[in-house]
């Protein structure tokens, strides 16, 4: 008696959704895990909330930046441009700037926190998904020189995953 190997029509959907799902969803994690690990603090400028905080520092109050780029701050002159202070009373700073500053630093783990991921979805033959941040500044965050790479040190992981699979 002959057989004969019928195969479905929505193989590659088949093979995707079974397999491949399951995969990305791993890759995923991974990807997000590890920059989650890698992702620096968040820093956000605080002033003391009194007649005595200069105009310039007032308007950074509240500004939250990844801990490893500078805040700006508005000129003390109304000029265009920034005046860039890793943190209040920077030695970097234009003197008129960190004279007699009280304004402190608080940190948190909110760039960790905006990251996120979405999928795996199947669409046919193909399974896909998305690591991401919506952050202020996160670009500049991932390219800076200090600290930089955190997002990209979460997909080396998962390529790392796939690697030994081989
Ligand atoms: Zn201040």
Request: hydrophobic fraction near 40%; proline fraction near 6%.
């Amino acid at each position: 008696m002959a057989s004969r190997l019928v195969l479905r029509a929505d193989l590659d959907a088949f093979v995707a959704a079974r397999f491949a799902r399951p995969a990305v969803s791993g890759l995923l994690d991974t990807a997000q895990r590890g920059a989650v690990a890698a992702a620096p603090d968040g820093k956000t400028w605080v002033t003391m909330h009194d007649d005595r905080v200069r105009p310039t520092h007032a308007s950074a109050d509240g500004q939250t930046v990844p801990a490893n780029i500078p805040f700006e701050l508005d000129k003390v002159d109304g000029s265009v441009g920034h005046d860039r202070a890793e943190k209040p009373r920077d030695p970097g700073l234009p003197f008129l700037q960190r004279v007699e500053c009280r304004c402190e630093i608080a940190t948190s783990g909110v760039v960790a926190a905006s990251i996120h991921t979405s999928g795996p979805e199947v669409a046919g033959p193909r399974c896909r998904g998305e690591v991401s941040t919506i952050f202020e500044r996160a670009a500049e965050s991932e390219y800076a020189d200090r600290g930089g790479g955190w997002m990209r040190s979460g997909l080396g992981a998962a390529a790392r995953q796939v690697a030994s699979r081989r």
